[in-house]
């Protein structure tokens, strides 16, 4: 194993804490989307962090520690996802509005954009105040976390071995496919969050580790393809709720749903690389 090649996965955690603990602080300022998303993500790649820790060898017992911050994590995660998912919403909105000459439809996009960047606002602030409540606990408890492990902060990984925790972990925590094959729902939603996880894992590694980095590329791939059915899914029910199935606005986000999951059933049967 090459040090430049090699994975610490206590070290990224702390830089993962680093992170959070900016990302809080610039939500609680000023919650634009990059802040938003980045407040998210975070809270992701620690869980990712936790999960890894869970696997390697003779890492001091923290589970109570972690189960505890693993709680207040997803708090924060929820709530910060409502308002970035949002932030998707309104963007592809505005995806369909700019390409349509449709007069219904672009009038259908501005009041419904309209709606949702409202929501998105009273979101935000309950993310806020979230934030103020929980923001100094998951602090100190992150701190007690990392000290607890600072005994292995250089306990490394080879690519190798972090691939392999990677797969594995995916296979373990990725449910067997239903019956009725890829077209359950739940599912589909389960597999995609179980890969952007296994991603984190894997991105663990150093960019010079070109095995595992491509282990991660297979599931950012196969998490994006998701994501993105994901989120018209949502958005379609969410325009036939506010403006009803004959909207031209909710036809279109209809389709939109339906080219996405044929795309999402493609890399699906292709597996991860």
Not at 243 to 268: E, I
Request: one cysteine or more; aromatic letters at 4%; charged letters at 30%.
């Amino acid at each position: 194993m090459t040090a430049s090649s090699a994975a610490y996965p206590v070290r990224t955690l702390r830089e993962h804490v680093n992170s959070l603990e900016a990302a809080i602080t610039v939500c609680l300022a000023d919650p634009k989307p990059r802040a938003i998303h980045r407040l998210r993500t975070t809270t992701r790649r620690i869980e990712g962090q936790f999960a890894l820790l869970a696997t390697v060898p003779d890492v001091p017992k923290h589970d109570r520690l972690a189960n505890k911050t693993r709680r207040d994590l997803k708090k924060i995660r929820r709530a910060a996802g409502n308002v970035r998912d949002l932030d998707v919403q309104v963007d592809l909105i505005e995806s369909v509005r700019s390409k349509s000459r449709n007069r219904t439809l672009k009038d259908d996009a501005a009041k419904l954009s309209a709606r949702m960047e409202s929501v998105r606002e009273d979101n935000a602030k309950q993310l806020q105040k979230l934030l103020q409540r929980y923001g100094g606990d998951l602090a100190k408890r992150l701190g007690k976390l990392m000290n607890t492990l600072e005994p292995v902060a250089s306990r490394a990984l080879s690519q190798t071995e972090l691939a392999a925790l990677a797969r594995e972990w995916f296979r373990k925590n990725t449910p067997a496919e239903p019956s009725d094959g890829h077209d359950d729902p739940d599912y589909l939603h389960t597999v995609r969050k179980k890969a952007k996880l296994a991603r984190y894992i894997a991105e663990n590694a150093p960019k010079s580790a070109l095995s595992a980095r491509r282990l991660a590329q297979g599931f950012e791939n196969l998490q994006q393809a998701g994501g993105e059915w994901h989120d018209w899914l949502i958005l379609a029910a969410v325009a036939d709720d506010e403006l009803g199935g004959p909207s031209p606005l909710a036809k279109a986000f209809t389709r939109r749903c339906h080219l996405a999951l044929r795309a999402y059933k493609r890399r699906l049967n292709s597996g991860i690389a």
